[in-house]
């Protein structure tokens, strides 16, 4: 009887010692978490996507309160979660322009993809880029083992008809969980106001780009847009034309110059022009100073004009007007 009482005792013991040293020790180094964590945490959206930069929503909330990390940072919550956070915080709601994401690449579909094998590997875009530099003729362009496609927690990356991968810009959050996903940087997460975009990433020189990709939509670094561009907006990068967002206008001059319809622009044929209205203009010049191709007249103090002809509904004019005497014509 001893044999089997002796060891429950002992066992029994030690859990009650090891009991009361964890009970010490939760008093002893019992860390208060600040309320407003879980206040701010049970408005985050929860699916922790890591497009604040922070491994998850938990982490978000404490840097939040802990380290004044910048409230408008969850992509998906959008300006409803700005403006729980800032109730929470007792500050300001300060929110920022909502992205999505862009593919820039414009192969990948049944038609318009050169092949080099019939890949038969493991379905991953991952695994695909590391035999024999992937399936397609182009060395940097989509692989369509749709890693992108399954990264997306908001359903917002499709299949087309043509076996393209297509974003829905309703649905899409900019999170940039796809954008992490592909292994061949195809996908950039941008302002949505921006509408221009070069829509290839091949870095082969001229012709070559071209021959690789079955689309024969490949940039051939050939400069134009470079040249066209009024804002200084696009430089030639290791022979592939790349757009600086933060100077891009949207204007789509370089889209009316690319020989290969390597660069998109929805908004073509569609922008309207600017219009002065006289009885408004002070005459300050900023709009003049501003204007990327020269296309405002007028001298200071006296009501200034619009050139239609050259003007390129890029808007810069409108932002620019301290007296909003601009308008859209």
């Known amino acids: ?163 393209m991968r297509v974003v829905d810009p309703e649905k899409c959050t900019g999170c940039g969980a796809c954008a992490r996903a592909c292994p061949r940087n195809l996908i950039k997460i941008l302002p949505v106001s921006k509408k221009v975009h070069i829509l290839c990433s091949s870095h082969d020189k001229g ?22 561009c009024p804002v200084d907006a696009i430089q030639m990068v290791d022979d592939l034309a790349q757009i600086d967002y933060e100077k891009c206008i949207s204007c789509g001059l370089c889209a009316t110059v690319c020989p290969t319809k390597a660069i998109i622009d929805p908004l073509a044929g569609k922008r309207k022009k600017a219009f002065v209205l006289e009885d408004k203009c002070v005459g300050c010049m900023i709009c003049k100073k501003n204007c990327p191709v020269d296309a405002i007249e007028g001298e200071l103090k006296k009501p200034h004009k619009v050139d239609l002809d050259k003007c390129i509904g890029c808007g810069v004019c409108l932002q620019k007007c301290p007296v909003k005497a601009i308008q859209w014509r």
């Not at 692989?143 to 990356?157: L, M, S």
């Not at 780009?209 to 490949?218: D, F, L």
Request: charged share 20%; proline share 4%; with cysteine.
């Open 1 to 163: 009887m001893n044999q089997i009482l002796i060891p429950i005792i002992i066992v029994g013991g030690l859990g009650l010692l090891y009991g009361l040293v964890l009970a010490f020790a939760s008093k002893k180094f019992y860390v208060a978490v600040d309320p407003k964590i879980d206040k701010i945490l049970e408005v985050l959206p929860g699916v922790n996507c890591g497009a604040c930069g922070l491994p998850g929503c938990a982490g978000y909330a404490e840097a939040i309160v802990n380290e004044n990390l910048p409230i408008n940072l969850c992509a998906p919550g959008g300006e409803d979660v700005v403006k729980d956070i800032a109730e929470i915080m007792g500050i300001e709601a300060t929110y920022s322009e909502k992205k999505t994401a862009v593919i820039l690449c414009q192969s990948g579909g049944h038609e318009n993809t050169l092949l080099r094998y019939e890949y038969q590997g493991i379905a991953t875009c991952k695994a695909a880029v590391l035999v024999s530099n992937g399936p397609n003729y182009c060395n940097f362009g989509c692989v369509f083992q749709n890693d992108c496609i399954a990264a997306c927690k908001f359903d917002a990356i499709k299949i087309d008809e043509r076996g």
């Open 207 to 228: 012709q070559e780009a071209k021959r690789r990709c079955g689309n024969n939509t490949a940039c051939i670094s050939c400069g134009l847009c470079v040249k066209k």
